[in-house]
């Protein structure tokens, strides 16, 4: 059974910062594509960042800069480095698993950002 289980969300300061952890099981996590989204409160769910296999990285403009993925093949975990943060980054963020045409969501983490 494939599981997706995002922690380390929760309230922060602007200007501060988090660290979002993905851990996988069930699937082959060293092939897979992981992906961070997010839904802001009364938003659509988009895009935040991917990591292949290769390890290659890409971002949405509205993070770059300020956020940082990782993987960790040996722990089948990604991670969502966020710093720099605005209230503008609070949602429920979630990690996506692709591999092949096969895709995983976990069931996300809250992220608030406010003083």
């Known amino acids: 059974q494939v599981q997706l289980v995002e922690s380390g969300g929760g309230l922060v300061q602007p200007g501060g910062s988090l660290r979002l952890s993905c851990a996988a099981s069930g699937i082959g996590f060293r092939i897979a594509i992981m992906h961070w989204y997010r839904r802001a409160p009364g938003k659509e769910r988009e895009w935040v960042a991917t990591?292949?296999?290769?390890?290659?990285?890409s971002y949405d403009d509205a993070v770059k800069g300020r956020f940082t993925i990782s993987r960790d093949n040996a722990q089948n975990t990604v991670y969502l480095q966020m710093n720099g943060m605005r209230p503008e980054d609070t949602a429920v963020y979630y990690c996506?698993?692709?591999?092949?045409?096969?895709?995983?969501w976990g069931q996300g983490t809250q992220v608030t950002v406010s003083s």
């Open positions: 990591i292949t296999s290769e390890r290659t990285t």
């Open positions: 996506k698993a692709t591999i092949y045409r096969d895709q995983y």
